[in-house]
């Protein structure tokens, strides 16, 4: 899968660009402010329907104008592929595969599936639970997109409870229905966990594996799914059993707190580095090359389950990396489809290969 043209049209600090990509690597070069970074993230949002660093869709319209679009040509499963996204300013966003609507925002990365890797994913080590929850579970429905189903009917089964908890406190009444919210709870509960271990399962050798590749093998990472209803969970038939003895045991200090103190929305994804917590232990090199090789097996995990390469966006990644790791990386780039990366400069980057584009206030300035 690749992308070979892309227009924006207002968005971010775009007026009104088309650039081209080739095949294989593209590095996408300015200075600070220029453009880079939004150049990936109208790539991500043809693929995600979202952006990954702006809450408010409305943040991607450029200052004063009321829409932003965004159009690419690509190929996927090598059939041409056309993509218009419209991102308003009121809010949301509207996209076309092939002149045909999108009806779900979950189908959006059927025509063209990207992987980003930015700056922000180093919460993904030094971040708390939730960012860690979140990763598995996107990566859960890109696999399935049943399991975002399930994740949704999860979160509302437990809004719902804290709701009965909290009103437990001024109603007797309220107490009765929480049998029923429990065992919803643990039905949908073990189903989120179920999703979110077999992600692990096919998540961990990989990570390893390239974890290898990028830093080195002297130090080897660990990731550990950690839940706090169950200090081990020997099989996914074990999931319910456990699930339910821990919400009923903490049953009447949910009730005092007036909210579900333990379950799956508590989980942790623990990331060790040679023995020790890496969230802790780690430099921020470490911790970088764990981020970015846990994204690297996402990549390689949709690949597998799509029979096709995704996009790589790399914002900014290889500033942080040493040379060595810098260099392994860019190996590892070129094997692996589609890329499009950023730096401030083409200096000190292992690139003998590729397409430069450079970038100056919102207009490309040089494509070559
Ligand atoms: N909605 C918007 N309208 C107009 N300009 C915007 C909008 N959103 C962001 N910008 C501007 O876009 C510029 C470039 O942002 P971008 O994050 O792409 O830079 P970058 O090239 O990645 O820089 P860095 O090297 O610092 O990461 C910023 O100066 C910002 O003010
Ligand atoms: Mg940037």
């Known amino acids: 899968m690749e992308v070979v043209s892309v227009e924006l049209t207002d968005f971010r600090n775009y007026e009104q660009q088309t650039i081209g990509f080739q095949p294989g690597l593209n590095l996408v070069v300015g200075l600070n402010g220029q453009g880079k970074t939004n150049l990936l993230e109208a790539i991500h949002a043809l693929s995600v329907m979202g952006s990954h660093r702006a809450g408010q869709s409305a943040a991607l319209v450029r200052h004063g104008q009321e829409r932003a679009l965004v159009r690419a040509d690509g190929f996927s499963r090598s059939r041409p592929v056309h993509l218009d996204l419209e991102v308003k300013r009121s809010g949301g966003m509207r996209m076309l595969i092939n002149k045909v609507p999108l009806e779900r925002t979950r189908d959006a990365g059927?025509?063209?599936?990207?992987?980003?890797?930015?700056?922000?994913?180093?919460?993904?080590?030094?971040?708390?639970?939730?960012?860690?929850?979140?990763?598995?579970?996107?990566?859960?429905?890109?696999?399935?997109?049943?399991?975002?189903?399930?994740?949704?009917?999860?979160?509302?089964?437990?809004?719902?409870?804290?709701?009965?908890?909290?009103?437990?406190?001024?109603?007797?009444?309220?107490?009765?229905?929480?049998?029923?919210?429990?065992?919803?709870?643990?039905?949908?509960?073990?189903?989120?966990?179920?999703?979110?271990?077999?992600?692990?399962?096919?998540?961990?050798?990989?990570?390893?594996?390239?974890?290898?590749?990028?830093?080195?093998?002297?130090?080897?990472?660990?990731?550990?799914?950690?839940?706090?209803?169950?200090?081990?969970?020997?099989?996914?038939?074990?999931?319910?059993?456990?699930?339910?003895?821990?919400?009923?045991?903490?049953?009447?200090?949910?009730?005092?707190?007036?909210?579900?103190?333990?379950?799956?929305?508590?989980?942790?994804?623990?990331?060790?580095?040679?023995?020790?917590?890496?969230?802790?232990?780690?430099?921020?090199?470490?911790?970088?090359?764990?981020?970015?090789?846990?994204?690297?097996?996402?990549?390689?995990?949709?690949?597998?389950?799509?029979?096709?390469?995704?996009?790589?966006?790399?914002?900014?990644?290889?500033?942080?990396?040493d040379d060595t790791r810098r260099e392994k990386l860019a190996e590892l780039v070129f094997s692996s489809g589609q890329t499009v990366a950023t730096a401030t400069a083409t200096a000190g980057i292992p690139l003998d290969a590729g397409r430069v584009i450079a970038v100056d206030g919102g207009r490309v300035t040089r494509d070559a």
């Open 110 to 321: 059927t025509a063209l599936a990207t992987i980003l890797f930015s700056p922000e994913d180093l919460a993904l080590t030094k971040g708390g639970p939730e960012e860690r929850r979140r990763f598995l579970d996107q990566i859960a429905v890109r696999l399935r997109p049943l399991a975002g189903q399930q994740r949704h009917e999860f979160e509302r089964v437990l809004r719902q409870r804290n709701g009965v908890l909290k009103a437990a406190h001024s109603s007797a009444t309220a107490l009765a229905t929480l049998d029923t919210w429990d065992e919803q709870l643990v039905r949908t509960g073990a189903a989120v966990v179920q999703a979110r271990l077999d992600v692990l399962a096919r998540l961990r050798p990989t990570a390893e594996k390239r974890h290898a590749e990028v830093a080195g093998s002297d130090r080897v990472p660990g990731f550990a799914y950690l839940a706090g209803w169950a200090p081990e969970i020997p099989d996914y038939e074990s999931i319910p059993g456990l699930l339910e003895a821990a919400i009923k045991s903490s049953r009447s200090k949910d009730v005092e707190r007036g909210v579900t103190t333990s379950g799956p929305h508590r989980d942790d994804l623990e990331i060790m580095l040679a023995g020790v917590e890496a969230r802790t232990f780690a430099s921020q090199g470490e911790q970088r090359s764990l981020a970015l090789s846990l994204r690297l097996a996402e990549r390689d995990l949709v690949a597998e389950a799509r029979g096709e390469d995704p996009i790589l966006l790399l914002d900014d990644v290889f500033s942080e990396l």
